[in-house]
């Protein structure tokens, strides 16, 4: 509810800032292409760094951060472009394994960016209030769980992993913006699964 996003740790900015992505993206991207948010207002072009402190790019020369980069960040907005990146990670896992659908009304759909649609929508209603990163990661998850057959739940995690959301990421609790970084997937996951 309209309450449930106060807390230091929480995703708010990041969420509007991944559906925005999500909404906006073309046939012809790829992970590594720079999204900016905000260029408009900026006067930049739409590869723009925009109102963010780096632009969203699976490329790790455009975007080093991993959920340990909150500390320090302004809450909520910095904060939540943390998680932004960490869901981007995750959608272009979906995306480059399952590939690319312009029909975003397709909620059940089995491209990529359709499944990370999903699985965000409905992992929201998985997620506790004023969250973690690492509660709403395993609402996303569970959500995964659900549908699709759990075929990308392995594969999320191993996303969320590289990005430090891994199953031994320390939250620190959901005031806290000095989590610990977890690189490590699931045991189930282990071995190349999904």
Same mark, same amino acid.
């Given at each position: 509810?309209?309450?449930?996003?106060?807390? !230091?740790?929480?995703?708010? $900015?990041?969420? %509007?800032?991944?559906?925005?992505?999500?909404?906006?993206?073309?046939?012809?991207?790829?992970?590594? #292409?720079?999204?900016?948010?905000? #260029?408009?207002?900026?006067?930049?072009?739409?590869?723009?760094?925009? +109102?963010?402190?780096?632009?969203?790019?699976?490329?790790? @020369?455009?975007?080093?951060? #991993?959920?340990?980069? +909150?500390?320090?960040?302004?809450?909520?907005?910095?904060?939540?472009?943390?998680?932004?990146?960490?869901?981007?990670?995750?959608?272009?896992?979906?995306?480059?394994?399952?590939?690319?659908?312009?029909?975003?009304? !397709?909620? #059940?759909?089995?491209?990529?960016?359709?499944? @990370?649609?999903?699985?965000?929508? $409905?992992?929201?209603?998985?997620?506790?209030?004023?969250?973690?990163?690492?509660? +709403?990661?395993?609402? +996303?998850?569970? @959500?995964?769980?659900?549908?699709?057959?759990? $075929?990308?739940?392995?594969?999320?995690? $191993?996303?969320?992993?590289?990005?430090?959301?891994?199953?031994? @990421?320390?939250?620190?609790?959901?005031? %806290?913006? %000095?989590?610990?970084?977890?690189?490590?997937?699931?045991?189930?996951?282990?071995?190349?699964?999904?």
């Amino acid at each position: 509810n309209v309450n449930c996003l106060t807390n !230091n740790q929480q995703p708010g $900015e990041g969420l %509007s800032d991944w559906w925005a992505l999500a909404y906006t993206a073309r046939p012809s991207d790829t992970g590594a #292409t720079p999204r900016g948010l905000g #260029t408009y207002a900026l006067n930049q072009q739409t590869n723009g760094r925009g +109102i963010r402190t780096q632009p969203y790019s699976t490329s790790q @020369a455009l975007n080093t951060w #991993t959920y340990a980069s +909150i500390n320090g960040m302004a809450v909520p907005h910095g904060v939540g472009s943390v998680w932004a990146q960490g869901m981007w990670e995750v959608y272009w896992k979906l995306v480059d394994a399952h590939g690319f659908d312009q029909n975003l009304y !397709n909620a #059940t759909g089995n491209a990529g960016n359709q499944r @990370a649609m999903l699985y965000v929508n $409905e992992g929201l209603k998985n997620t506790a209030c004023n969250p973690t990163f690492t509660q +709403i990661r395993d609402g +996303i998850i569970q @959500a995964a769980m659900d549908n699709h057959g759990g $075929e990308d739940v392995c594969r999320m995690w $191993e996303a969320f992993a590289a990005y430090g959301l891994g199953s031994n @990421a320390v939250s620190g609790g959901a005031n %806290s913006t %000095s989590p610990t970084n977890g690189f490590n997937v699931p045991a189930s996951c282990q071995g190349g699964g999904g």
